[in-house]
């Protein structure tokens, strides 16, 4: 039942005239809200003091009694002051609680300011202006009347067991607020400041504490009060209440930690399981033997936790049964501990002189395990809900005749089932919670690339002849920034091919090594430059593939897609070899990225974005050409799924932004790099390595060769996964519509690499990543389905991954040790003269003899070409291009023939070296060098450049 609000004294007369109408209509200063339960026989004693201590500071004020359908004789009361006092009572006959009544009343004053207070006069009705006042005054945003400010006090017959009660529930709020007293029920603030409070939702009784943490209350003001115990009645405060508050400081603490509460929580519950552990460790030694004892103390700190994590982390995630819970938990817990053990393994047996004591590295496998066992836990042990879309219409209809403070909950609900509208009509799985998971996620993937390619940044070998090609050609980049040959860049190239024969530019395309040149401007040539630019890419590579992942997968399982890949024997060596598909692989999944956001929202945002897709596409191009397979998979899914781009202007913006950008290096290609087009794409079998010819083009094994290096770079269960994913992604209407491009790369990359004749291993890479994500869609759509057949399913593959984990060392490229100081030891501290090397491998030795020739003073001349001169005799062609240092291959027929020609012009000749052994594993190969200590000419003549694979002449 409820009471008008009625403004008249026991003065008034019964009829009320036109000026009693008028100030009917005026709101008051104040709305007070007084909740009650059975406090009949206190409101005659309080109502009066509270206008009496009002009237004297001529202030207008109502109450509203907001009462939970007390048994006693509160309405007959309330009536009997609503004839002298503006008093309304409003009853509640379905809720409960001190605080849902509080914003009960909230909701229907009328005041400007908004004061709270108790029924049993324990506050002081005569301090009600003083905190009216300092509302007004704008002292604070919340205004509290305080006990534990200077003179503040209690009753001196408080009992210890109630003031440590009020102590302890004071401190633990400590990180809300700085007010002393913010437990108070006693409390005012404008309505300014209520109208901005988000997500209300107390519970318990300190909903003062609610709303200066929900109204973003930066400073707080108290006045002092005296708190009196209740005149009649009894205390409210029950074990109930008590637990109820720590249940509601927790739901403060998450609102205003955000993303870091759950993880926090989850870390204390950890230490708490930690101490479980130790403690029933200690007992069981008693009684049984260590095995037994650790056996068991495990079994009890994983229980622990699971109870801990389930009632206090993820409290409001507890839809599943707690046996399958505790049983997907203990499978996470079971992965954690592998990580932990092989990461605390690795960095102890890789770091040992570093970390100098095993607990450091166990550390680093705890924190690993730790990172692990939570995303493990938010998202597949503890998943949140996810609302249903079919609740969106007639839900809000329902609620709309709800109170203001019911429309807090409806407002919430609102934002979760939009989210459900967009999952459901996506068909993909959206973020969970806060976007801090997203980025510890993908921190985990970038921690992931470090560990795969950290020898990197010190590594100082060369692994083969293509890499000391692409380090050449990079170093030429950085000279070439330098000495800016703007009138003649082509006589220049010449020239520098000539000096160190071993430039890739007729074979590759030059991204990767100009990018290389300008990060040397900074650092000087140094071979770690170059191997730091790969690890850039790689942690690129790393970085789009998470983000692509994440637009279809949670972030489990998007971290799970980069550790598969990256841990993939194949692009182990990839990372950490100077060689071009990491850089290239990154700009294709760059473009993945770019046109995953473009096809989701089915158009384009603006210009800038088409011209950077464009840019990116032209970056594969001028990166690696085989990796145009993905231009292809783009052009397929465009035709097939979103034929609708083809009529937007900006996709042509981007077409034509791609097309002019390559036109340059087309040009270049047409005319010097036909070698190029022949070592890349193949022709009828013409390639110019011809052990990359693996098989004629048109035959069985050549259309099986990269399907038969799969399952050695990937676990039977992530490929037959890959196999469904794919599947997925073929015949499921959304998945073909939103994600296809990922099915039609696979099948542009098996369609070009396996028609291209030039055939090589390291080309399984490139589809790696892209298989890695069709399993991630599998464990997805197996989710939804079969939570627990995924659940196992992540596990397998994570759990198989372990080999891959602990072959990282082995699967990187041990690369030829030695040749700088090889080098150095040849040529000593001598100023003048040239290196002629008799062998295959020179382009080696071009990269160190650059390196250690700063002022360029030397050159490496390749044997094959010097041998081809005519009529000159060995010691007058050495004279003539000023070369006094030979490097010689004695196993190899132009070293062979070279010592022939040694034998009859001996005492020209003095060796500096035995014949020593170079070997990367792969491939070895001897050398000796010899000191030509004949007269040089004056001035070198022209180094010839008419070696057949160089495809140049002068």
């Known amino acids: 039942m409820t009471f008008p609000v009625e403004f008249r004294s026991e003065t008034d007369s019964e009829t009320p005239n036109s000026e009693d109408l008028f100030q009917n209509s005026i709101r008051p200063l104040v709305s007070i809200i007084v909740p009650t339960f059975m406090e009949a026989a206190n409101l005659p004693v309080l109502i009066p003091q509270v206008f009496e201590a009002l009237n004297e500071c001529g202030m207008t004020a109502e109450i509203l009694i907001v009462d939970d359908n007390s048994p006693d004789e509160t309405s007959k009361v309330c009536a009997e002051l609503a004839e002298k006092y503006p008093v309304q009572l409003l009853v509640r006959k379905t809720e409960r609680g001190l605080s849902s009544a509080v914003l009960h009343g909230l909701n229907h004053a009328q005041g400007s300011v908004l004061l709270v207070m108790d029924a049993d006069l324990s506050h002081p009705p005569r301090k009600v202006p003083e905190l009216v006042a300092a509302a007004l005054e704008q002292q604070g945003d919340f205004v509290i009347g305080s006990r534990y400010v200077v003179g503040g006090s209690t009753d001196d017959d408080w009992s210890f067991f109630r003031w440590l009660n009020s102590q302890v529930a004071t401190w633990m709020s400590r990180g809300l607020t700085t007010a002393k007293d913010p437990m108070a029920g006693f409390f005012a603030l404008t309505r300014h400041t209520y109208e901005q409070a988000r997500e209300l939702n107390p519970i318990g009784y300190k909903i003062g504490l609610e709303l200066i943490v929900k109204c973003g209350c930066r400073k707080v003001a108290e006045v002092p009060i005296h708190f009196k115990d209740r005149l009649h009645g009894e205390s409210k405060l029950s074990l109930k209440e008590q637990l109820n508050y720590l249940r509601h400081l927790a739901r403060l603490y998450r609102f205003k930690m955000g993303q870091w509460f759950t993880p926090l929580l989850f870390g204390l519950v950890g230490a708490s399981g930690a101490i479980v552990d130790l403690v029933l460790l200690t007992l069981m030694l008693t009684v049984a033997s260590f095995p037994v004892a650790r056996a068991v103390a495990i079994c009890g700190a994983m229980s622990w936790n699971f109870l801990g994590n389930r009632f206090i982390t993820?409290?409001?995630?507890?839809?599943?049964?707690?046996?399958?819970?505790?049983?997907?938990?203990?499978?996470?817990?079971?992965?954690?501990?592998?990580?932990?053990?092989?990461?605390?393994?690795?960095?102890?047996?890789?770091?040992?002189?570093?970390?100098?004591?095993?607990?450091?590295?166990?550390?680093?496998?705890?924190?690993?395990?730790?990172?692990?066992?939570?995303?493990?836990?938010?998202?597949?042990?503890?998943?949140?809900?996810?609302?249903?879309?079919?609740?969106i219409t007639g839900h809000l209809q329902a609620e709309s005749a709800q109170s203001h403070s019911e429309q807090f909950t409806v407002t919430e609900q609102t934002e979760e089932i939009q989210q459900a509208a967009i999952c459901f009509t996506d068909h993909l799985p959206q973020k969970n919670g806060s976007h801090w998971i997203g980025w510890l996620g993908l921190l985990s993937a970038l921690l992931i690339t470090f560990w795969v390619t950290f020898p990197n940044w010190s590594k100082q070998t060369i692994d083969g002849l293509d890499q000391a090609h692409n380090v050449t050609t990079s170093l030429f980049f950085y000279d070439l920034y330098r000495d800016m040959p703007v009138n003649n860049p082509v006589e220049y190239t010449y020239d520098y091919q000539r000096q160190y024969p071993a430039l890739g530019l007729i074979f590759w395309p030059p991204l990767f090594h100009a990018i290389s040149g300008l990060a040397m401007l900074v650092t000087g040539p140094q071979l770690s430059t170059v191997y730091g630019v790969v690890t850039a890419f790689a942690f690129v590579l790393s970085l789009c593939l998470y983000a692509g992942s994440r637009s279809l997968l949670s972030v489990p399982l998007a971290l799970m897609v980069v550790l598969l890949t990256v841990t993939a024997p194949e692009m182990v060596a990839l990372q950490n070899s100077v060689m071009l598909e990491i850089p290239s692989l990154a700009c294709c999944l760059f473009v993945l990225w770019l046109y995953g956001n473009v096809t989701r929202r089915a158009g384009w945002k603006h210009n800038g974005e088409a011209v950077l897709a464009g840019l990116a596409c032209a970056a594969i191009t001028y990166t690696k050409q085989p990796a145009v397979f993905v231009l292809l998979g783009l052009f397929l899914d465009v035709l097939i799924n979103h034929r609708h781009l083809l009529k937007h202007w900006k996709t042509w913006v981007c077409v034509g932004t791609a097309g002019v950008t390559v036109s340059p290096l087309a040009l270049f290609t047409w005319k010097f790099g036909k070698v190029n087009i022949a070592q890349s794409f193949g022709n009828q079998g013409d390639i110019y390595v011809e052990h990359h010819q693996?098989?004629?083009r048109w035959t069985m094994d050549a259309w099986t060769y990269y399907l038969k290096l799969l399952p050695g770079q990937l676990s039977w269960i992530v490929l037959v996964l890959s196999v469904v994913g794919l599947a997925l992604l073929a015949i499921h209407p959304e998945f073909r519509k939103k994600q296809g491009i990922w099915l039609w790369s696979v099948v542009a990359w098996y369609l070009l690499f396996s028609y291209f004749d030039n055939k090589q291993v390291r080309f399984v890479g490139y589809v790696i990543p892209l298989l890695c994500l069709a399993c991630g869609v599998a464990l997805q759509w197996m989710w939804r389905q079969k939570p627990a057949l995924s659940f196992l399913g992540a596990i397998a593959c994570l759990t198989l991954v372990v080999p891959n984990l602990n072959a990282v060392p082995q699967s990187r490229p041990v690369g030829y040790a030695n040749m700088e100081e090889y080098l150095q030891q040849v040529m000593g501290s001598q100023a003048t003269g040239n290196v002629a090397y008799f062998g295959e491998d020179h382009h080696l030795f071009t990269a160190f003899l650059r390196l250690q020739d700063t002022k360029r003073e030397h050159s490496l001349l390749r044997g094959d070409d010097l041998l081809?001169?005519?009529?000159?005799?060995?010691?007058?062609?050495?004279?003539?291009?000023?070369?006094?240092w030979v490097l010689i291959d004695p196993e190899l027929p132009i070293g062979q023939q070279?010592?022939?020609?040694?034998?009859?012009?001996?005492?020209?000749?003095?060796?500096?070296?035995d014949i020593t052994l170079f070997d990367n594993n792969e491939k070895s190969f001897t050398l000796r060098a010899y000191h030509f200590q004949g007269e040089l000419a004056q001035t070198a003549s022209l180094i010839p450049l008419k070696s057949s694979l160089l495809g140049l002449s002068e």
């Open 898 to 913: 070279l010592l022939n020609h040694l034998e009859f012009a001996n005492e020209h000749f003095v060796p500096v070296t």
């Open 868 to 884: 081809a001169l005519p009529e000159d005799s060995l010691v007058e062609t050495l004279s003539k291009y000023q070369v006094r």
């Open 694 to 696: 693996v098989a004629s």
């Open 314 to 391: 993820f409290s409001d995630r507890k839809q599943e049964s707690l046996g399958f819970q505790y049983l997907k938990f203990c499978g996470s817990c079971t992965l954690g501990a592998i990580i932990s053990w092989g990461l605390s393994t690795f960095m102890w047996t890789q770091f040992s002189e570093v970390l100098h004591t095993p607990q450091i590295a166990a550390a680093i496998g705890i924190l690993g395990g730790v990172v692990m066992n939570f995303l493990l836990s938010n998202y597949l042990v503890f998943p949140q809900r996810e609302p249903e879309f079919k609740l």
